[in-house]
């Protein structure tokens, strides 16, 4: 069965940084899907964040944190990250990792419905 487990959620100050970690565990390669962090606020829904394309050459973001955040992937440690810098009260919110089963080499769905697996979720709060 895969599991993921994020882990680096924590209170920072706006403008810092912090890394989160998604272990990908359960006799299967992170590489085999395409990667996703998601993240849900209080009182809104789940949205799309950060992507990255199974073959690991493409990469996707929201608007609003297009230049901030990085998401990579480390094949050899079956984890997925995302950097995420200069951290902004509006990024406050459950973080979410999840994989996408496609065939596809480069597609990196925003849909929450497409995604397979997810993990538990590691909560970001950036104060002012």
């Known amino acids: 069965q895969v599991q993921l487990v994020e882990s680096g959620g924590g209170l920072v100050q706006a403008g810092n940084s912090l890394t989160l970690s998604c272990a990908v565990s359960?006799?299967?390669?992170?590489?085999?899907?395409?990667n996703g962090w998601f993240r849900q606020a209080p009182g809104k829904d789940r949205e799309f964040v950060a992507g990255?394309?199974?073959?690991?050459?493409?990469?996707r973001y929201i608007d609003s944190v297009e230049g901030r955040f990085t998401v990579s992937r480390d094949n050899a440690k079956n984890t997925i990250y995302l950097q995420m810098n200069s951290l902004e009260p509006d990024d406050t919110a459950v973080y979410y990792c999840?994989?996408?089963?496609?065939?596809?080499?480069?597609?990196?769905?925003?849909?929450?419905?497409?995604?397979?697996?997810w993990g538990q979720g590691t909560q970001v709060t950036v104060s002012p």
């Open positions: 999840a994989l996408d089963r496609t065939f596809s080499t480069i597609r990196i769905s925003t849909a929450s419905a497409n995604y397979e697996y």
């Open positions: 359960g006799r299967t390669a992170v590489s085999r899907y395409a």
């Open positions: 990255l394309s199974r073959a690991g050459g493409s990469t």
